[in-house]
């Protein structure tokens, strides 16, 4: 028996021999592997900032910021000048005995694995048991720096910081022990606190709390820096602005957790959780979200992807902006059926082409989703007409001249006939240019364009920046080819502004943050001449007929003189308003994403509808101006296009088109446009 017992105790003796080698090689190796580490660890100030990419913080036209953009820094903050309440809560819910280990906890692995096994995952997934050394080394992505050249994009190279294989386990422990070698505490809650993502494209609590609050990290209440620290877990989810009451219940658990260690006393966690932290004002109100996506999609790519942190001064209006979401709220709420879904855009812009609103969609946040106001391509119907007669007006025919509104047909070589037809399918004979207009008749407009020249439309259309492959046959003066809202919009102020093409804008100015000389400016929008301006005064006189006794009556106003146009596209897919008073012109446009027919929607009806409470709204509080446009006596007509539609068929005026052609002619030579 004694024989078996020194066999067995000699076996152990020798398995423990091995076992405490081995073990005291292995932490050799791993002391020898984090020395090495602990060499060649940067500075800390070479740690704080990881960014791939800058910032872009956007400030209305009245100098307040509304939108952030890129990747937010706040700032170097340190475990010496953060709120003391920040640095408690993000040791008391990350890692309570943070002060206690030297940079693994073996403790809270078995745990973490524990609770993993038991919750029915596996030992690596869900709970880590990390350190905040731990987590600091996986942020700095064990000292591997993001290249471009390497990774796919910077998703795949947090994607691979991220893992939590055995292997990468292990050298996350190496690294960390070779961090506490080679800095203090406090230098790795620094490293820690300016590069852990926190939501809304914020890296560091600095920057966080600038976007949540308002105020800098080293001003926190408890409350706040409870739901600061609350975000580590899970950034975008407990995110106040997704959702201000779960972020507020997360941070009463961290809360619980201060007082447990002894960071807050009852009464003050009493008082912490009975006046929980509150967004502010600007980071409450996310008005503008579609604007501030429009200007980082249109701006130039060494504007919003340099590696800095940069300030956009915008065109964007809050009164305004706030006037067209709350229209368009309005509206859908009191006269569309509950549970449509229906979509709308709208878009309000100064003359030289400022946008001043913008809302591509009924989600009014915006942010990341479809503009439809400047990505959505539809057909624009009645809407193009204006450019129709602007054509003609330009060429030197008159609003009151004739066209006659009869049975057309026109042989289209490779398609064979095409009759169109106006939206009642009936004829009225002689009509005034104005009249045509006003009601929105198709076949005048048909022969408009004939006589004018289709090419000459086109031009003319492509000149105001309508240029998505214009219709090539008769269709085009019904609006068959496609547009984008904002361009529309744009087409229409360069009406307004007395026929000079624009391009809109948003940027007025952009700097680097805390720099006050700009890296780029931009005086405005207003191009180069498309129309004569007495063409366009004569056209915003006919527009202006068209709200007051044509299809867009539901958008005039009472005390404000507003001109523009309806459009609806075959079989109501698209329904369009578009006008302007002497101040904004504004654009409407409504359908479904999947072009699904509207039912019993047509530009007369909810767009104009639309407009006019977003017109109301912009126009409150500001003096009425007479629109730019001229007073005829409406007592005489003459006759411009006949049966045939071709032009000057029956009584135009040759002497004054050709003189009108001399005159735009000279103008181009001498670069009078």
Request: net charge negative.
């Amino acid at each position: 028996m004694r024989f078996f017992y020194n066999i067995i105790r000699l076996t152990f003796s020798l398995i423990w021999r091995v076992l405490w080698r081995i073990g005291a090689v292995s932490v050799a190796l791993i002391l020898i592997a984090s020395a090495f580490v602990a060499v060649t660890l940067p500075p800390v100030e070479d740690l704080t900032d990881g960014r791939a990419r800058g910032s872009v913080t956007m400030r209305d036209a009245s100098g307040q910021t509304f939108a952030w953009r890129g990747d937010q820094y706040g700032g170097l903050v340190s475990a010496e000048n953060v709120s003391p309440n920040l640095l408690n809560a993000i040791v008391a819910t990350e890692d309570r005995r943070f002060y206690r280990h030297f940079g693994v906890s073996p403790r809270g692995v078995i745990g973490a694995i524990a609770i993993n096994l038991r919750e029915g995952r596996g030992p690596l997934e869900g709970h880590g048991g990390s350190t905040i050394t731990q987590q600091t080394a996986k942020l700095i992505c064990l000292g591997v720096p993001y290249d471009p050249t390497v990774w796919k994009n910077e998703s795949a190279y947090e994607s691979d910081c991220r893992q939590t294989t055995l292997w990468r386990k292990a050298k996350e422990a190496v690294y960390a022990v070779g961090m506490e070698m080679r800095y203090s505490k406090n230098d790795i809650l620094t490293i820690y606190m300016n590069r852990a993502y926190l939501g809304e494209g914020t890296r560091g609590f600095e920057a966080a709390s600038e976007r949540y609050f308002g105020k800098s990290a080293a001003d926190v209440d408890p409350a706040q820096a409870a739901m600061l620290a609350g975000l580590l877990v899970a950034p975008t989810r407990y995110a106040p602005t997704n959702n201000l009451a779960r972020s507020q219940n997360r941070a009463n658990l961290i809360i619980g957790l201060m007082e447990d260690q002894d960071y807050l006393t009852a009464a003050q966690a009493e008082q912490a959780i009975a006046h929980p932290a509150q967004l502010s004002d600007a980071a409450r109100d996310q008005s503008g979200g579609y604007f501030a996506d429009w200007l980082m999609s249109s701006a130039p790519d060494f504007l919003t992807r340099r590696n800095a942190d940069v300030v956009f001064d915008t065109t964007l209006d809050p009164r305004i902006q706030k006037s067209a979401e709350g229209a368009l709220a309005h509206v859908f709420e009191t006269k569309v059926r509950e549970g449509s879904d229906a979509q709308a855009a709208i878009v309000v812009m100064s003359a030289d082409g400022a946008v001043r609103g913008m809302v591509g969609g009924r989600d009014l946040d915006g942010g990341g989703v479809f503009n439809r106001a400047t990505q959505a391509l539809r057909q624009t119907g009645s809407s193009f007409k204006p450019f129709v007669y602007a054509t003609a007006l330009e060429l030197g025919w008159s609003w009151n001249d004739i066209v006659q509104d009869a049975p057309l047909t026109i042989n289209i070589p490779g398609s064979g006939p095409w009759t169109p037809e106006n939206y009642d399918h009936d004829f009225r004979g002689p009509v005034t240019l104005v009249d045509a207009l006003k009601k929105s008749l198709n076949i005048p407009a048909v022969r408009v364009a004939q006589a004018a020249g289709l090419d000459n439309v086109r031009k003319v259309a492509e000149d105001f920046g309508i240029g998505h492959d214009l219709a090539p046959g008769p269709a085009l003066a019904l609006g068959a080819s496609e547009a984008t809202l904002i361009e529309m919009v744009g087409a229409y102020a360069g009406i307004l502004n007395g026929g000079s093409s624009v391009e809109p804008y948003g940027m007025t100015r952009v700097t680097l943050q805390g720099d006050s000389e700009p890296l780029a400016e931009t005086e405005g929008g207003i191009g180069e001449r498309v129309i004569r301006e007495d063409a366009a005064r004569e056209l915003i006189y006919m527009m202006r007929q068209v709200v007051l006794s044509g299809t867009g009556q539901r958008a005039g106003l009472d005390n404000v003189e507003i001109a523009g146009k309806t459009g609806t596209t075959q079989a109501a897919r698209d329904a369009w308003f578009i006008g302007f008073s002497a101040d904004y012109v504004i654009g409407v446009w409504m359908g479904y994403d999947n072009n699904t027919p509207l039912t019993g929607v047509t530009g007369s009806g909810l767009p104009a509808e639309i407009f006019h409470e977003t017109m109301v709204r912009v126009q409150d509080g500001l003096e009425p101006r007479p629109l730019p446009m001229i007073h005829p006596d409406t007592s005489q007509g003459r006759e411009m296009a006949g049966d045939s539609g071709s032009a000057g068929s029956s009584g135009s005026n040759p002497i004054k088109q050709v003189e009108n052609v001399i005159e735009k002619a000279l103008r181009d030579i001498f670069g009078l446009n």
